[in-house]
């Protein structure tokens, strides 16, 4: 086998992605033609919008190894500035979108550069603390945040020139919103995941110290890394607070932040596929678990647990392990090494 | 009342507090100074010492005092032995199968674990707050103006008492030390004959129990309590652990009052709406600033 050979396989293996991805887009974009129903419809944009803050806390967690429990408080920062802009303001929901993400990586920055060098469980620790503390700080500036009560923002709204097109309360527009969101984010974390930053981010989960060796700035990335998770929580801030129209702090507890670390870890750390399973599965286990009412929560408990006992790698975790470990791809490299071998005696 | 004695029964009150977090702390501390996992069943075991504790004196019969000791003792008893016995199930059934998973598997299940006791004390007890009979006629010794409660006594010495105790044992006993060795370096102490397991369970026991104590002693300072009050709660103990040095005991102890006080001297003086805030800018600046907490973890060697 030679080089062709393996252009070929990443080319198979790139294609049948390529085709499931395009199969599941198809169907997620017919779907509210064949399902007119509201309730399901809404479930799948918070879906959704939870996919994005997963993908987000992905390239924190799953890529650089960052674990984050406070994402909530990047979510709120998002949510909060349009809000704000909105109601002091008077600025539009298409318009407030730069300043939403550009927020939230700002928070990010600023939070990030006090703590990144904390490590592991500690880092942890002072990001559940520093969700917490944003939280419980728009509850108290009443004057500002309206407190508990919240405050009540537009829906977005689309002009052309005498005609406009107001979102409104009904969920079908925020789901090709929601739809498009996932697509560009999916798009940006799938690109960075293989850039140099994605391969640095790699490093320094996996070695830090070998990683800062090979001349990765270890500090910076880790930064950055964190910048772009936090940007993206502010982007799904933003969606969401158009969406729901009212924003309050209490969207940003604690157990927020925690489902999002939960949702990542099921469907598989550094995975943007499982980011989005996990996602998903966690939003819609409590609704289908509705009709059993006050034994859902216990459900979900007993689902997570079970799930962490038989695959504590997540539903689609290890996928990159899997692959480089197939034996087809060993065969292949172990050819790769020989051809090498052959061309250095020679 | 003079600033002093403002000051004085702002401390006092902030002790008493100090001291139920601290005795949550203990299990934080304990479980993750051997297993390095954050156990966030931990609140939720913690008020369900305080549920335990309700069920017991409801099925008392009349003609025990309510002020009487042995009400006291039996409702603590049950909650110690209730909640010791349901942490070591949980760790049996939940923690030790993961014992080789990646850490983040165990916090997964640690947050699932603590649903599901959520969602069972809420089935038993219903959603409303519950009320917690005082057991104490509201007397108390005064000293000028300053006042201390025969509860807030109460829950001082006998914390203190459990404390020590617990000082006592792992310092002094056998188990004690085979405890100290597991946290140490668990593949050494099994290497000598130690029953790593069993030192688990034990651990897993005590935390518990401990909380479960702390629990009947919330519901009896605050006189109201709901299935969801062990999460806030459960989040300030590990902070006051954190404060200490995580799986460091005495630290936890000395954290969890530090944080009481602050937290009570910041209520009295700034403003109480503002009081969880504290407790969480203490847990980040003082992680950032001195990581390892008030005591260093010190290893006997």
């Given at each position: 086998m030679n080089k062709r050979a393996i252009t070929a396989y990443q080319k198979k293996g790139k294609f049948s992605r390529w085709a499931m991805s395009a199969v599941v887009l198809l169907i997620l974009v017919v779907l509210p033609f064949f399902n007119h129903n509201e309730y399901h419809l809404e479930v799948l944009v918070s879906a959704g919008i939870f996919a994005i803050l997963v993908l987000g806390l992905n390239v924190m967690t799953?890529?650089?190894?960052?674990?984050?429990?406070?994402q909530a408080a990047f979510f709120a920062s998002g949510a909060y500035t349009y809000a704000l802009l909105n109601v002091?303001?008077?600025?539009s929901f298409w318009v407030s979108l730069p300043a939403c993400v550009i927020s939230s990586a700002a928070l990010g920055l600023l939070f990030g550069s006090c703590v990144l060098r904390l490590k592991g469980d500690y880092l942890a620790l002072v990001t559940l603390g520093f969700g917490e503390i944003i939280r419980i700080t728009l509850n108290n500036m009443d004057s500002l945040t309206?407190?508990?009560n919240g405050l009540t923002v537009s829906h977005p709204l689309i002009g052309f020139a005498d005609k406009s097109f107001d979102f409104g309360i009904k969920s079908m527009p925020y789901y090709y919103l929601t739809l498009l969101a996932i697509i560009v984010i999916v798009i940006i974390t799938n690109r960075l995941a293989s850039s140099r930053f994605g391969r640095a981010w790699v490093a320094i989960k996996e070695d830090e110290v070998a990683a800062a060796c090979m001349g990765i700035n270890t500090g910076k990335l880790k930064l950055l890394a964190f910048c772009v998770g936090s940007a993206i929580a502010g982007f799904a801030g933003w969606l969401f607070a158009g969406k729901q129209g009212f924003v309050s702090p209490d969207s940003f507890d604690f157990i927020t932040s925690i489902m999002l670390v939960a949702m990542l870890v099921l469907g598989g750390i550094g995975s943007i596929a499982g980011s989005i399973v996990g996602a998903v599965a966690l939003t819609l286990l409590p609704e289908i678990l509705r009709p059993l009412q006050e034994y859902r929560m216990f459900l979900f408990g007993a689902v997570m647990m079970v799930m962490m006992l038989f695959r504590?790698?997540?539903?689609?975790?290890g996928v990159r392990i899997l692959e480089e470990f197939r034996p087809e791809n060993e065969r292949v490299r172990q050819e790769e090494d020989e051809v090498l071998g052959e061309g250095l005696k020679q | 009342m003079s600033h002093l004695e403002t000051f004085l029964q702002q401390l006092i009150n902030g002790l008493t507090i100090g001291m139920i977090y601290a005795l949550i702390a203990l299990g934080y501390t304990m479980v993750y100074g051997i297993?390095?996992?954050?156990?966030?069943a931990h609140g939720e075991i913690f008020i369900t010492g305080a549920f335990l504790g309700l069920a017991v004196f409801a099925a008392?019969?009349?003609?025990?005092?309510?002020?009487s000791a042995v009400t006291l003792v039996l409702i603590f008893g049950a909650a110690m032995v209730g909640c010791g016995l349901l942490g070591v199930v949980i760790e049996r059934i939940a923690y030790r199968p993961l014992r080789?998973?990646?850490r983040l598997a165990c916090l997964i299940t640690a947050i699932g674990v603590s649903f599901i006791l959520q969602n069972v004390l809420m089935l038993i007890w219903g959603p409303v707050d519950k009320s917690f009979p005082a057991?104490?006629?509201?007397?108390a010794l005064t000293f000028g103006t300053l006042r201390v409660t025969f509860m807030q006594g109460f829950i001082i010495i006998t914390s203190l008492v459990m404390m020590i105790a617990l000082r006592f044992f792992v310092t002094r006993t056998m188990l004690g030390k085979a405890l100290r060795a597991a946290s140490a370096d668990m593949t050494a102490a099994r290497l000598m004959g130690i029953n790593v397991d069993k030192v688990i369970s034990i651990c897993f026991l005590i935390g518990s129990a401990l909380g479960g104590a702390g629990g009947v002693m919330y519901g009896m300072y605050y006189n109201t309590i709901s299935f969801h009050d062990g999460y806030l709660v459960g989040i300030k103990a590990f902070t006051a652990a954190v404060l200490g040095g995580i799986g460091n005991v005495p630290g936890a102890m000395l954290g969890g009052i530090a944080l009481g006080m602050l937290e009570g001297l910041g209520a009295g003086y700034l403003s109480s709406a503002w009081k969880n805030v504290f407790a969480f800018l203490i847990l980040v600046i003082l992680l950032l600033c001195w990581p390892s907490g008030i005591l260093r973890k010190s290893r006997n060697e």
């Amino acid at each position: 086998m030679n080089k062709r050979a393996i252009t070929a396989y990443q080319k198979k293996g790139k294609f049948s992605r390529w085709a499931m991805s395009a199969v599941v887009l198809l169907i997620l974009v017919v779907l509210p033609f064949f399902n007119h129903n509201e309730y399901h419809l809404e479930v799948l944009v918070s879906a959704g919008i939870f996919a994005i803050l997963v993908l987000g806390l992905n390239v924190m967690t799953g890529y650089c190894g960052l674990l984050n429990l406070g994402q909530a408080a990047f979510f709120a920062s998002g949510a909060y500035t349009y809000a704000l802009l909105n109601v002091k303001l008077g600025l539009s929901f298409w318009v407030s979108l730069p300043a939403c993400v550009i927020s939230s990586a700002a928070l990010g920055l600023l939070f990030g550069s006090c703590v990144l060098r904390l490590k592991g469980d500690y880092l942890a620790l002072v990001t559940l603390g520093f969700g917490e503390i944003i939280r419980i700080t728009l509850n108290n500036m009443d004057s500002l945040t309206g407190g508990p009560n919240g405050l009540t923002v537009s829906h977005p709204l689309i002009g052309f020139a005498d005609k406009s097109f107001d979102f409104g309360i009904k969920s079908m527009p925020y789901y090709y919103l929601t739809l498009l969101a996932i697509i560009v984010i999916v798009i940006i974390t799938n690109r960075l995941a293989s850039s140099r930053f994605g391969r640095a981010w790699v490093a320094i989960k996996e070695d830090e110290v070998a990683a800062a060796c090979m001349g990765i700035n270890t500090g910076k990335l880790k930064l950055l890394a964190f910048c772009v998770g936090s940007a993206i929580a502010g982007f799904a801030g933003w969606l969401f607070a158009g969406k729901q129209g009212f924003v309050s702090p209490d969207s940003f507890d604690f157990i927020t932040s925690i489902m999002l670390v939960a949702m990542l870890v099921l469907g598989g750390i550094g995975s943007i596929a499982g980011s989005i399973v996990g996602a998903v599965a966690l939003t819609l286990l409590p609704e289908i678990l509705r009709p059993l009412q006050e034994y859902r929560m216990f459900l979900f408990g007993a689902v997570m647990m079970v799930m962490m006992l038989f695959r504590p790698q997540g539903i689609l975790g290890g996928v990159r392990i899997l692959e480089e470990f197939r034996p087809e791809n060993e065969r292949v490299r172990q050819e790769e090494d020989e051809v090498l071998g052959e061309g250095l005696k020679q | 009342m003079s600033h002093l004695e403002t000051f004085l029964q702002q401390l006092i009150n902030g002790l008493t507090i100090g001291m139920i977090y601290a005795l949550i702390a203990l299990g934080y501390t304990m479980v993750y100074g051997i297993i390095q996992l954050i156990n966030f069943a931990h609140g939720e075991i913690f008020i369900t010492g305080a549920f335990l504790g309700l069920a017991v004196f409801a099925a008392l019969p009349s003609t025990l005092h309510i002020h009487s000791a042995v009400t006291l003792v039996l409702i603590f008893g049950a909650a110690m032995v209730g909640c010791g016995l349901l942490g070591v199930v949980i760790e049996r059934i939940a923690y030790r199968p993961l014992r080789k998973a990646p850490r983040l598997a165990c916090l997964i299940t640690a947050i699932g674990v603590s649903f599901i006791l959520q969602n069972v004390l809420m089935l038993i007890w219903g959603p409303v707050d519950k009320s917690f009979p005082a057991f104490f006629k509201h007397s108390a010794l005064t000293f000028g103006t300053l006042r201390v409660t025969f509860m807030q006594g109460f829950i001082i010495i006998t914390s203190l008492v459990m404390m020590i105790a617990l000082r006592f044992f792992v310092t002094r006993t056998m188990l004690g030390k085979a405890l100290r060795a597991a946290s140490a370096d668990m593949t050494a102490a099994r290497l000598m004959g130690i029953n790593v397991d069993k030192v688990i369970s034990i651990c897993f026991l005590i935390g518990s129990a401990l909380g479960g104590a702390g629990g009947v002693m919330y519901g009896m300072y605050y006189n109201t309590i709901s299935f969801h009050d062990g999460y806030l709660v459960g989040i300030k103990a590990f902070t006051a652990a954190v404060l200490g040095g995580i799986g460091n005991v005495p630290g936890a102890m000395l954290g969890g009052i530090a944080l009481g006080m602050l937290e009570g001297l910041g209520a009295g003086y700034l403003s109480s709406a503002w009081k969880n805030v504290f407790a969480f800018l203490i847990l980040v600046i003082l992680l950032l600033c001195w990581p390892s907490g008030i005591l260093r973890k010190s290893r006997n060697e």
